[in-house]
């Protein structure tokens, strides 16, 4: 027997969420209540109550928002619980503060604590666990599968029933299959074994959506929602607001870094491609210098850069301007990025699909960039849309909240600066 079959049963507690969200209102609610008040007072009085019913809104928020964001390719859920409680939880005492409420400081703190330990244990079983054992059948374009990391997989050789470690079938169900083959992926759906489509799972596992065999049909399920293009919109005006003060303080003192160092003008302006194909003007901070012939893409090293250019560069702040381009509409804080106009055109002469990526407004960071940086060559760009079609295809405040989580991290690393 496998040796994993013997961690069946706890796998099953552990994946269910219900059982997840019990174990941490008992560790992280109820305990800390407890401690606090000294195994003798009810925890639901006085300043321990609001710290109770605190903790607990904190704890049904965080665990959400953590399940929502670790459901998308490539995320380790550890990394997140860090962030994710330490907003819900600072959200709750900001609420307390503005409301006058009294609360036990060491009671948030204790609950606060043992939040990320349970959450962080959860997360690191749930990775060892929940990893995907997948039979894969040898029909149509399977092949590539098999170089998935983050599946092991089992090629049928024949229509007999799987092992029980098996936790799902994977076929290309638009490939031409024998009839036992077809029986089979049958007796699996109705024995309870999920049977998937192998697009379906490349998606799952890879983050990214294969565009060579979409067809007119499948592109058009690819259309964003349009409730949440307008809601986005609102939340991009509110955080044009909200960053405003401080923004135009840290573009004060980048532009005068840039005069200094090699004098005016201090803005970069460039024809890009934007929303639904409009040609607009986008706004940087300069960091090359001027009058020297060059690609028309930025390359690794490149010897135009200056030094505060680099800098910029490494951690975005170059990009701070483009908060004019999405106050004006031309832009979001997230989404596909947008390319000079001559380096889209080429583009679009050279991939199928190029185009559609500009159904949704171009963001400052975007689903491609925290995964590959910034891209020139063709066959890396085609990878980037890979990227900006998943995007489209599971536009979602959920997404969105992911990348900017994942920005953090860009920034902070100076990931796929050039």
Same mark, same amino acid.
């Given at each position: 027997?496998?040796?994993?079959?013997?961690?069946?049963?706890?796998?099953? *507690? $552990?994946?269910?969420?219900?059982? @997840?969200? +019990?174990?941490?209102? #008992?560790?992280?609610?109820? !305990?800390?209540? /407890?401690?606090?008040?000294?195994?003798?007072?009810?925890?639901?009085?006085?300043?321990?109550?609001?710290?109770?019913?605190?903790?607990?809104?904190?704890?049904?928020?965080?665990?959400?928002?953590?399940?929502?964001?670790?459901?998308?390719?490539?995320?380790?859920?550890?990394?997140?619980?860090?962030?994710?409680?330490?907003?819900?939880?600072?959200?709750?005492?900001?609420?307390?503060?503005?409301?006058?409420?009294?609360?036990?400081?060491?009671?948030?703190?204790?609950?606060?604590?043992?939040? *990320? $330990?349970?959450?962080?244990?959860? @997360?690191? +079983?749930?990775?060892? #666990?929940?990893?995907?054992? !997948?039979?894969? /059948?040898?029909?149509?374009?399977?092949?590539?599968?098999?170089?998935?990391?983050?599946?092991?997989?089992?090629?049928?050789?024949?229509?007999?029933?799987?092992?029980?470690?098996?936790?799902?079938?994977?076929?290309?169900?638009?490939?031409?299959?024998?009839?036992?083959?077809?029986?089979?992926?049958?007796?699996?759906?109705?024995?309870?074994?999920?049977?998937?489509?192998?697009?379906?799972?490349?998606?799952?596992?890879?983050?990214?959506?294969?565009?060579?065999?979409?067809?007119?049909?499948? *592109?058009?399920?690819?259309?964003?929602?349009?409730?949440?293009?307008?809601?986005?919109?609102?939340?991009? !005006?509110?955080?044009?607001?909200?960053?405003?003060?401080?923004?135009?303080?840290?573009?004060?003192?980048?532009?005068?870094?840039?005069?200094?160092?090699?004098?005016?003008?201090?803005?970069?302006?460039?024809?890009?491609?934007?929303?639904?194909?409009?040609?607009?003007?986008?706004?940087?901070?300069?960091?090359?210098?001027?009058?020297?012939?060059?690609?028309?893409?930025?390359?690794?090293?490149?010897?135009?850069?200056?030094?505060?250019?680099?800098?910029?560069?490494?951690?975005?702040?170059?990009?701070?301007?483009?908060?004019?381009?999405?106050?004006?509409?031309?832009?979001?804080?997230?989404?596909?990025?947008?390319?000079?106009?001559?380096?889209?055109?080429?583009?679009?002469?050279?991939?199928?699909?190029?185009?559609?990526?500009?159904?949704?407004?171009?963001?400052?960071?975007?689903?491609?960039?925290?995964?590959?940086?910034?891209?020139?060559?063709?066959?890396?760009?085609?990878?980037?849309?890979?990227?900006?079609?998943?995007?489209?295809?599971?536009?979602?405040?959920?997404?969105?909240?992911?990348?900017?989580?994942?920005?953090?991290?860009?920034?902070?690393?100076?990931?796929?600066?050039?």
């Amino acid at each position: 027997m496998p040796r994993h079959l013997g961690w069946r049963g706890a796998y099953r *507690l $552990l994946a269910r969420n219900r059982y @997840q969200l +019990a174990g941490a209102i #008992l560790v992280a609610v109820v !305990l800390p209540a /407890l401690i606090v008040s000294g195994f003798d007072v009810p925890p639901w009085l006085g300043s321990n109550g609001n710290t109770t019913v605190g903790t607990f809104a904190a704890i049904l928020f965080g665990a959400y928002i953590l399940r929502r964001m670790t459901t998308y390719p490539g995320v380790p859920g550890v990394t997140y619980v860090l962030p994710v409680f330490a907003v819900v939880f600072a959200a709750v005492i900001i609420v307390f503060f503005f409301l006058r409420f009294d609360y036990s400081r060491m009671q948030m703190i204790v609950s606060f604590g043992l939040a *990320l $330990l349970w959450f962080s244990f959860v @997360q690191i +079983a749930e990775r060892r #666990l929940r990893r995907p054992h !997948l039979l894969l /059948l040898p029909f149509g374009r399977t092949g590539k599968l098999l170089e998935t990391p983050q599946a092991d997989w089992m090629v049928a050789r024949e229509p007999d029933l799987p092992p029980e470690y098996i936790n799902g079938v994977v076929a290309d169900l638009g490939a031409d299959l024998p009839r036992d083959w077809e029986r089979f992926l049958a007796s699996c759906a109705l024995g309870g074994l999920p049977v998937y489509h192998s697009k379906q799972v490349s998606e799952m596992l890879s983050g990214t959506v294969q565009i060579e065999h979409l067809s007119e049909n499948t *592109l058009g399920s690819l259309l964003p929602s349009s409730i949440y293009l307008r809601f986005k919109r609102a939340l991009d !005006l509110l955080a044009v607001a909200a960053v405003a003060p401080l923004a135009l303080a840290m573009a004060g003192a980048c532009a005068l870094a840039i005069v200094l160092e090699d004098g005016r003008p201090v803005l970069f302006r460039q024809q890009r491609m934007g929303f639904r194909g409009a040609v607009f003007t986008i706004f940087k901070f300069r960091t090359m210098r001027c009058g020297i012939p060059g690609k028309e893409y930025t390359e690794a090293d490149d010897e135009r850069i200056t030094g505060v250019g680099r800098f910029l560069r490494r951690y975005r702040f170059d990009e701070l301007p483009q908060i004019v381009n999405i106050f004006k509409g031309e832009m979001s804080w997230i989404g596909p990025r947008p390319e000079a106009l001559a380096l889209s055109e080429w583009y679009e002469s050279q991939i199928p699909f190029y185009s559609y990526r500009h159904i949704v407004r171009p963001g400052i960071t975007g689903w491609a960039q925290v995964h590959q940086g910034n891209v020139a060559e063709v066959m890396a760009a085609t990878g980037k849309l890979h990227y900006d079609f998943y995007y489209i295809k599971y536009f979602s405040p959920w997404l969105d909240l992911l990348i900017a989580a994942k920005t953090v991290r860009t920034v902070l690393t100076g990931f796929g600066a050039r």
